[in-house]
């Protein structure tokens, strides 16, 4: 079964996700595995669990048990041929859904796609509290698909350039204490220029009790100006996706 790239330094795989976020943005292609065109459907599961589908593989992300604000959600217990989780946390990277798990930053080749994680803190103190997560970032369905639904740490210029500008965004918007707020999230989607932005990672309605995260309403606010499309449970995104930045919310 493929395996995350070992034997190098944590210095060298940055180094070699730079050069490759520098060669999406400057156009050059990528081996013609990861060129497989048609688009994808996303499929909202609820909290921040999407399954993106297209390209011949099936992309699970953040599959959670019903706790903390995901409580009275029903666990996405779904088949996908690769899991990205931000983390182990229940909310977020929970083990109730089968597929190849993937929560370490690393390179990975699996399903027909190039997938690169990038760790960066989970919270606002350098993961003092929560640790790290990470960040996601691979091409599917011939779109540049970026996955940040679990974390409140600044970006770096490394991993700015790492990320490179996505046709897809998804983004946790709630705030709390492990996700951006929605003005944070919107400077993140302006800085990378984000074509389709998904939020997640919000409540909707009354939160649960314990709860810490508030409604997509900020990010909308933050985002003025964006066009925003409101969805049933599922979008198709077919490239090319233009310009402009469309904030596509899923019920």
């Known amino acids: 079964m493929p395996a995350p ?11 070699a996700g730079v050069a490759l976020g520098l060669a999406l943005a400057a156009g050059l292609s990528l081996p013609a595995v990861a060129q497989k065109g048609g688009g994808v459907t996303i499929t909202g ?6 399954l993106i589908q297209g390209g011949g593989a099936r992309v699970l992300l953040n599959p959670f048990q ?3 604000c995901a409580a009275g959600l029903a666990a996405p217990r779904v088949g ?3 899991i990205l989780a931000s983390s182990q946390l229940k909310d977020e990277g929970a083990p109730v859904a089968s597929g190849r798990f993937l929560v370490k930053p690393g390179s990975y080749r699996l399903a027909g796609l190039q997938i690169e994680g ?5 919270d606002r103190v350098g993961g003092r509290r929560f640790g790290n997560a990470t960040l996601w970032r691979w091409r599917q369905g011939g779109l540049d698909i970026a996955h940040l639904g679990g ?4 970006l770096s210029p490394t991993d700015r350039v790492l990320l490179g500008r996505p046709d897809v965004l998804i983004i946790g918007v709630g705030g709390g204490a492990k996700v951006y ?3 944070e999230a919107a400077e993140v989607a302006r800085t990378l220029q984000a074509r389709r932005v998904i939020p997640v990672q919000y409540s909707s309605g009354k939160p649960p009790a314990g709860c810490d995260q508030g409604s997509v309403e900020p990010f909308l606010q933050a985002m003025a100006g964006a066009k925003v499309r409101r969805n049933g449970g599922s979008i198709s995104v077919v490239p090319p996706v233009g310009d402009g930045t469309v904030i596509e919310l899923l019920r």
């Open 45 to 50: 599961l609820g909290h921040s669990a999407l």
């Open 181 to 183: 707020t929605g003005p």
């Open 80 to 82: 996908a041929d690769v």
């Open 118 to 122: 990038i760790a960066v803190p989970h």
């Open 5 to 15: 790239t070992h034997g190098t330094t944590m210095t060298q795989r940055r180094a």
């Open 66 to 68: 019903p706790v903390g």
């Open 151 to 154: 974390t409140a740490g600044s």
